[in-house]
């Protein structure tokens, strides 16, 4: 108890409260623009922080990382381009409240879910890191790959309005993500001869490209018009009602926010998707998802904040990283002479405690911070159509290239701009592309290991508690979607 | 007459056999011990079967020449802007090709004003390359007179 009220004075010394309001803004700044995410963020930021002591630096880090999350879902309501692939699911509901009007009051429900869920995972975090690691620790590639499948299903809530077209777009999205050099036996796939498609197709260009450019297209197509460009934003803070209504679908998306975020390799993009699908799947109103339905932006937004607190376990607990971002910060850790695992909480509390600290502060400065700015930041939203094209354009191909110094990062980019564009024009939904992108490797990959493990006996899926589970809960969401469609209730795009 | 289901079915079908075409000198292996070609044909499967039940029920969909294509150009001026970004960046550098970019965009294909596209594109050229290189150390490719 004492370690945890020194941490308290620590992280309110002036100067470590002015490093996680710099880091706050730096987050939100990079979360906001396409391309640039958390992670380039901190990779960045990290050599400016050998000269700090450890604490310091990583109150730094950790606002960045909070920021970053928050931050992505500005301009994916604003805009429809998501800042990061993680807050690529709060386009769905939340551009079509922008298109309502009603900007600003999603992107405070961000804020204010994003906080929440941030905050529920620390306290997840900080009370039972030793228990759900040790969970974690036990998943083989039968667990992972069963995840996958459960992360899959959800291509069936987010399918639009042709459950046909959706399961295309999600085994077009498993193709592209089968491109490149096979994990298990050292063989190109699918590269047409190609050496630089060896690498795979990259997901973040992928993204911008699926969501932002073609954005581009389809802003310039005749008689389109986009009222929520000029419309001003007259409310900010959301009504009392309309955050009460929020509450249950965000305490739903901290959860598994916080749970998705522990297993390693999982991340933000996995967790807002399950997060949107499984508040649309408990929904008396699933038709109002993807219509502009704020409890579509609060449980994404609420999961994918929720997964900072979750990533972290596994790597403090463990050593083991859950996502990439958590990955730069452990690296960070090393660089300050700090091993995480196992001894950095036997012999290090004077940091470790710090941390857990400053990630309750940083999630309050958040809102503070998010709410403040967002006058600022709603300022995207006034660019009219003619300079907004240009700029997306623009930017979408500069924040290609900048997170790679790589022009096939640009060409990703402009293909599945052209994609999406075609995807959507046909009546094909994007979205299960960019969710069979993530998942496709896993599955694929957890499946295969899965079977040299049991040596071919594929009954190993259904004699693993957990796999089991998992299972029985990818089948019962799917059976409980499918039942809503025979009665005639149709999913809204997704 | 072709609906805009029977185009995309048939365009689906087409990529399905270009997978299975790709993949057919890849090992499948068994559902036992999948090999790397079992997943990309296993899915060049599904998609095609897929595609062709759309180009079976596809028929009543809207005919596919009724789509208006009338920004067509507009896309492609676009669609060209970004291509020549792509292979621009490293050999005249980031200024000089988000200005380029950028005048062309705003200047001949929105028609903004010239003082504005002027302003707008000297602005976030150089301004962007400030923040992005020297404030945030993004490593940005320059062009002739290390401009």
Request: hydrophobic share 55%; glycine share 12%.
């Amino acid at each position: 108890m004492d370690a945890f009220l020194d941490s308290v004075r620590v992280i309110f010394q002036p100067m470590n409260i002015l490093l996680n309001i710099a880091g706050m803004f730096f987050g939100i700044l990079f979360g906001a623009i396409p391309g640039l995410t958390a992670t380039v963020a901190i990779s960045l930021l990290i050599p400016f922080t050998f000269g700090l002591p450890p604490v310091p630096s990583l109150i730094l880090l950790l606002s960045i990382y909070a920021g970053g999350m928050y931050g992505g879902s500005i301009t994916a309501i604003t805009i429809r381009t998501p800042g990061a692939p993680a807050n690529a699911v709060a386009v769905l509901d939340g551009y079509e409240l922008a298109l309502k009007g009603k900007a600003g009051t999603a992107i405070s429900i961000s804020c204010i879910a994003g906080a929440i869920g941030g905050l529920f995972s620390v306290g997840v975090m900080i009370f039972l890191s030793p228990l759900l690691s040790r969970v974690a620790l036990t998943f083989s590639p039968v667990e992972y790959f069963m995840l996958a499948v459960f992360g899959l299903s959800a291509i069936f809530a987010i399918s639009g309005t042709s459950l046909l077209r959706g399961m295309m777009a999600g085994a077009l999205g498993l193709i592209v993500a089968s491109v490149g050099m096979d994990e298990i036996l050292p063989i190109p796939r699918l590269t047409m001869g190609l050496k630089v498609l060896e690498g795979g197709i990259p997901f973040l260009p992928a993204v911008i490209g699926l969501f932002a450019l073609s954005e581009v297209f389809r802003l310039i197509e005749k008689g389109e018009s986009r009222t929520e460009i000029t419309a001003k934003i007259t409310q900010i803070l959301p009504r009392w009602k309309e955050f009460t209504g929020t509450l249950k679908e965000t305490c739903r998306g901290s959860v598994i926010g916080t749970a998705i975020g522990i297993l390693p390799g999982a991340g933000g993009t996995i967790a807002a998707f399950l997060a949107y699908s499984e508040s649309k799947r408990a929904s008396k109103h699933p038709e109002t998802f993807g219509t502009g339905d704020l409890n579509g932006v609060a449980s994404p937004e609420a999961a994918n904040n929720a997964v900072t607190g979750g990533a972290m376990i596994p790597m403090m607990t463990l050593g083991i990283p859950g996502d990439a971002v958590t990955a730069v910060l452990m690296s960070a850790l090393i660089v300050q002479g700090l091993q995480p695992g196992p001894f950095l909480f036997r012999d290090h509390l004077d940091v470790v405690y710090p941390i857990f600290s400053a990630m309750v502060l940083s999630n309050l400065i958040m809102v503070v911070m998010g709410l403040a700015l967002l006058p600022l930041t709603s300022y995207l939203a006034y660019v009219g159509k003619d300079l907004l094209v240009p700029m997306v354009a623009t930017f979408g191909i500069l924040g290609s290239f900048a997170m790679s110094g790589s022009m096939y990062y640009v060409a990703v980019a402009l293909c599945f701009g052209v994609l999406g564009y075609l995807l959507e024009r046909y009546g094909f939904p994007v979205a299960p592309v960019c969710l069979a992108l993530i998942l496709g490797p896993i599955a694929e990959n957890s499946l295969r290991q899965s079977m040299i493990m049991a040596e071919g006996d594929v009954t190993i899926f259904v004699t693993r508690p957990i796999s089991l589970f998992l299972l029985a809960l990818s089948v019962a969401s799917t059976a409980i979607l499918v039942n809503r469609r025979k009665r005639g209730v149709l999913i809204a795009e997704g | 007459m072709w609906s805009v289901d029977r185009v995309s079915g048939v365009t689906l079908v087409l990529l399905a056999l270009g997978v299975s075409w790709e993949a057919r000198k890849l090992p499948v292996g068994t559902l036992y011990n999948p090999g790397p070609g079992y997943m990309p044909t296993l899915l060049a499967i599904i998609l095609g079967a897929l595609g062709i039940v759309i180009v079976v029920l596809g028929g009543d969909s809207v005919a596919f020449r009724s789509l208006d294509w009338g920004e067509g150009k507009h896309a492609l001026a676009i669609l060209g802007t970004c291509a020549f970004a792509a292979l621009a960046l490293e050999r005249i550098g980031y200024r000089l090709t988000t200005l380029v970019i950028l005048v062309v965009l705003l200047g001949v294909v929105e028609r903004k004003r010239p003082l504005l596209v002027g302003i707008l594109s000297l602005a976030l050229s150089l301004g962007s390359y400030y923040v992005f290189h020297n404030l945030l150390r993004v490593q940005l490719p320059r062009g002739p007179w290390d401009f």
